[in-house]
């Protein structure tokens, strides 16, 4: 502090002036149109442009927030669209009436573990039993269908990704509504195989491959890819469609596990049937 | 020193109004501003201290602004030239240096001399001060054609005042 002190007496000069100038400045500045006019662009570009650059930055870091309240509110309109109330009128239903049974509960989840590169590739996700996630519901991202729960813990989920041999999905084409299964060649993370989809059905390149909603894990109509090529192998009766999946695998970080709550219903209904 | 200060605060009080009611009416094709006012600060004595030269043109620059609108203009252009004033001094001191109880005139220490160290402070002074008029360099040619015509100006109403005024008295 003493040394502080005695660089500034001893600069005591140079201070003054520097002193005296900011004043003078400060005064041209707050005193005159023009001058203050220059000023305030100039310096409004100067620290536009850097707060530009800040607010770029500062932005990244606030991507994560943005997305889990993205990814929440995503989750709150899924659950108001009139696919999730339970249609059992077979008259006209009136769009987001609540009184309605909500056939479907969607909970907002974070991808904490990701694998594609493998052959079973699984996901693990940040919410568990504690949180309502039973093993068999359906895991949805923006863009499409992810895969399903196949196992929980307390607090953490583990789910079986498209790009799982092991899981099959029942979808159908949108245009046509012919139905079939879809399921991963393990070829490529883009790419997956739509089969039993008969030859008499007109498929088209484009076409897009919806969830069929048989299956009381995921909702009809939810986006799973598109159809890139179509193939026909000799000697059978259906086609072997190739789809392109519309969810990326490889960077997916927030997700909506689908709880459908008439699934243990129809399920138990369907294995009295067979018995 | 203290017999000095009425002779200087009169001296401030006529540059500034000769500034503001004269000189200040001259103004050939808007390239000629005389601005005799930094006179004053040229003619204070070699021991004035440096803060008191800081402050007194702080005062003087303001005082000129006030009666100009040019809110700070002439300070900031003032103050620059006291922060100079010991350095150049410095840089021309004669052989043997300056006598004590001598000031910085042409009657002390010659014309060239005085030429010299006015010419270079009033120069630094105009320049500065049409720079921050314009407070911009687009226009540097137009500053800098301002400057040189205006210093010269400058100069020759400058050598005129010391010619009425301090010539006499010194040489008593």
């Known amino acids: 502090m003493r040394n502080f002190l005695r660089f500034i007496i001893q600069h005591h000069f140079t201070f003054l002036f520097i002193i005296l100038e900011l004043i003078a400045f400060i005064l041209v500045v707050s005193y005159n149109q023009d001058q203050r006019n220059i000023y305030l662009s100039s310096s409004s570009k100067l620290a536009g442009g850097l707060f530009q650059s800040f607010s770029n930055v500062e932005q990244y870091f606030s991507l994560k927030e943005v997305n889990r309240e993205l990814s929440n509110d995503n989750a709150f309109l899924r659950s108001q669209i009139p696919t999730t109330f339970k249609n059992s009128k077979d008259y006209f239903l009136l769009t987001g009436d609540s009184a309605n049974p909500h056939q479907y509960k969607y909970r907002s989840c974070k991808v904490i573990s990701n694998t594609v590169g493998k052959h079973f590739n699984y996901i693990t996700l940040n919410k568990g039993a504690l949180d309502g996630i039973k093993p068999d519901m359906g895991v949805l991202s923006g863009r499409g269908v992810v895969g399903i729960v196949i196992n929980c813990s307390d607090n953490f989920c583990t789910v079986l990704s498209i790009l799982n041999p092991r899981l099959k999905i029942s979808a159908k084409l949108k245009e046509s509504d012919f139905f079939g299964s879809v399921s991963w060649d393990t070829e490529s993370t883009l790419y997956a195989i739509l089969d039993e989809i008969p030859e008499h059905a007109n498929v088209n390149i484009g076409d897009q491959v919806i969830t069929s909603g048989f299956s009381a894990t995921f909702p009809e109509g939810i986006l799973i890819g598109t159809v890139e090529e179509v193939a026909h192998p000799e000697g059978d009766s259906f086609y072997k469609i190739k789809v392109k999946l519309s969810v990326d695998f490889s960077r997916l970080s927030y997700v909506e596990v689908v709880e459908n709550i008439y699934q243990e219903q129809q399920k138990q209904i369907e294995e009295d049937t067979k018995q | ?172």
């Open chain 2, 1 to 172: 020193m203290i017999s000095v200060i009425p002779r200087y605060l009169f001296n401030f009080v006529f540059f500034v109004l000769l500034q503001v009611l004269i000189l200040n009416k001259i103004e050939f094709s808007g390239y000629l501003n005389p601005y005799l006012y930094v006179l004053f600060m040229l003619t204070l004595p070699f021991e004035t201290p440096g803060w008191l030269l800081l402050l007194l043109a702080a005062v003087l620059g303001l005082s000129v602004d006030m009666f100009l609108n040019t809110m700070g203009m002439h300070m900031a252009a003032s103050i620059l030239l006291a922060f100079i004033r010991p350095f150049v001094l410095a840089r021309i001191a004669p052989r043997d240096n300056y006598e004590t109880g001598t000031l910085p005139l042409p009657s002390y220490y010659g014309f060239p001399w005085f030429l010299k160290y006015a010419a270079i402070l009033v120069f630094i002074h105009h320049f500065f001060y049409f720079f921050i008029e314009s407070f911009s360099i687009i226009n540097f040619m137009g500053i800098l054609l301002k400057t040189i015509g205006s210093t010269v100006f400058t100069m020759v109403v400058m050598m005129v005042t010391l010619l009425f005024t301090y010539q006499k008295k010194r040489r008593i």
